[in-house]
Nanobody
């Protein structure tokens, strides 16, 4: 019923930038919180950044001042602008959203399939 599709990952040198996008589609009534997580090999998935429906943002300490999360509600899309990338940012990045489907009264959590970000030193 609902799909989240990420794009924008790739290989970049340290100090470079990437912009990730995550578009939600399907029978969507409303989207509340949207988030980006990352998972490095052998490590747990960690929250990178979050944005509420009214635009309030929150960031992991490791990315503050370098990453910016934003959203376009008309397009049901969340973005992650990543600047000053470091090798330790290398991971699979997943988007996540709390979505209310049409004709229902509760929100459920949906995940994208992930996009690889590799930062070379």
């Amino acid at each position: 019923q609902v799909q989240l599709v990420e794009s924008g990952g790739g290989l970049v040198q340290a100090g470079g930038s990437l912009r990730l996008s995550c578009a939600a589609s399907g029978s969507i009534f409303r989207i509340s919180d949207m988030r980006w997580y990352h998972q490095a090999p052998g490590k747990q998935r960690e929250l990178v950044a979050a944005i509420t429906g009214d635009g309030t943002t929150n960031y992991a300490d490791s990315v503050k001042g370098r990453f910016t999360i934003s959203r376009d509600n008309a397009k049901n899309t969340v973005y992650l602008q990543m600047n000053s990338l470091k090798p330790e940012d290398t991971a699979v990045y997943y988007c996540n959203a709390e979505i209310r489907i049409r004709a229902t009264y509760r929100y459920a959590t949906y995940w994208g399939q992930g996009t690889q970000v590799t930062v070379s030193s």
